[in-house]
């Protein structure tokens, strides 16, 4: 068995990510400047990207002056497919070559499981 870190998060995981953001929740953290990684679900599309100020972004960020970073799947079935194949590991930023990124406020295993069970993830 894979370590923890590096274990895909399965279909039964993104699903129930993907139930929660079609029910309306959003996985973003909301204090100023960079807020991590989120996801959202909005205009029929699902979307895992650089959070500013609460916000998901595609401009250009403060850090480094580099275009923000967002991915989007046009439907229910891309985006589990896509979640469900991430780890810890691979959703670490740490293909980056700025140290602050390195999980700093990713998305991780604990944190969806927080987020899906309706409690507190940004602890």
Known sequence: MAPVKKRAYGAALAEQVAEALLAGRRLAAYHRDYCGLGLEYRGGTFFYGEVW???????????????????????????????????????????????????????????????????????
């Open 53 to 123: 100020d609460g916000q998901l972004q595609q401009q250009w960020n403060t850090i480094d002056n580099r275009p923000g970073f967002l991915l989007s799947f046009p439907d229910r079935a891309a985006f589990v497919a896509w979640l469900s194949a991430q780890s810890d590991t691979t959703l670490s930023r740490r293909e980056l070559a700025e140290s602050f990124y390195h999980d700093n406020q990713t998305i991780t295993r604990s944190r969806l499981q927080a987020f899906v069970a309706d409690q507190p993830w940004f602890l």
